[in-house]
T-cell receptor
Framework: NAGVTQTPKFRVLKTGQSMTLLCAQDMNHEYMYWYRQDPGMGLRLIHYSVGEGTTAKGEVPDGYNVSRLKKQNFLLGLESAAPSQTSVYFC??????????FGPGTRLTVT | KQEVTQIPAALSVPEGENLVLNCSFTDSAIYNLQWFRQDPGKGLTSLLLIQSSQREQTSGRLNASLDKSSGRSTLYIAASQPGDSATYLCAVRKNTGNQFYFGTGTSLTVIP
């Protein structure tokens, strides 16, 4: 998946637990994105970053936080997981206004 | 907000057939449009990117067209193969902001 890796691949959480998803890239792209994919709803943007040290909200940011301390890494945090956050999470990278490249995804289940 | 629609949601064709997948969007003020392929349990693979100033892009057996004024894009797949079976997604980027808006995809099955 074009130099984009995601950790972990699978995770099961109990309601109220916290966790961090890691996205790492080796393509030196400026832009990084976090999406969630739910059946029948397509991919929806959670947060994104246009460069090291910057973050911005997407379409569905509530319940999530992000950080981009290093250019190659973009972290997605869930402070208090809820069943509604059960989803497949995808990280994507891009260079300016050009095409996006996606990671393999993290499948998260919150019970 | 940009709404992106892909119809049909599912399509089944015999091997060798040429086919067209559709993507429509409500706001014509787009910067570009990207077509992706997604295999079950996998991430998205970029197929083609069309800038708003372009009418079409080609890659191998794939041809994507864009009619910005009517809010439509099509992905043409020639001589379909079983290996083309996957979900195909389109995403549009608006002129303003950094957000891509995705359709819900068309699930394609090519029958040997």
């Amino acid at each position: 998946n074009a130099g984009v890796t995601q950790t972990p691949k699978f995770r099961v959480l109990k309601t109220g637990q916290s966790m961090t998803l890691l996205c790492a890239q080796d393509m030196n792209h400026e832009y990084m994105y976090w999406y969630r994919q739910d059946p029948g709803m397509g991919l929806r943007l959670i947060h994104y970053s246009v460069g090291e040290g910057t973050t911005a909200k997407g379409e569905v940011p509530d319940g999530y936080n992000v950080s981009r301390l290093k250019k190659q890494n973009f972290l997605l945090g869930l402070e208090s997981a809820a069943p509604s956050q059960t989803s497949v999470y995808f990280c994507a990278i891009g260079q300016g206004t050009y095409e996006q490249y996606f990671g393999p995804g993290t499948r998260l289940t919150v019970t | 907000k940009q709404e992106v629609t892909q119809i049909p949601a599912a399509l089944s064709v015999p091997e060798g057939e040429n086919l067209v997948l559709n993507c429509s969007f409500t706001d014509s003020a787009i910067y570009n449009l990207q077509w992706f392929r997604q295999d079950p349990g996998k991430g998205l693979t970029s197929l083609l990117l069309i800038q708003s100033s372009q009418r079409e892009q080609t890659s191998g057996r794939l041809n994507a067209s864009l009619d910005k004024s009517s809010g439509r894009s099509t992905l043409y797949i020639a001589a379909s193969q079983p290996g083309d079976s996957a979900t195909y997604l389109c995403a549009v980027r608006k002129n303003t902001g950094n957000q891509f808006y995705f359709g819900t995809g068309t699930s394609l099955t090519v029958i040997p």
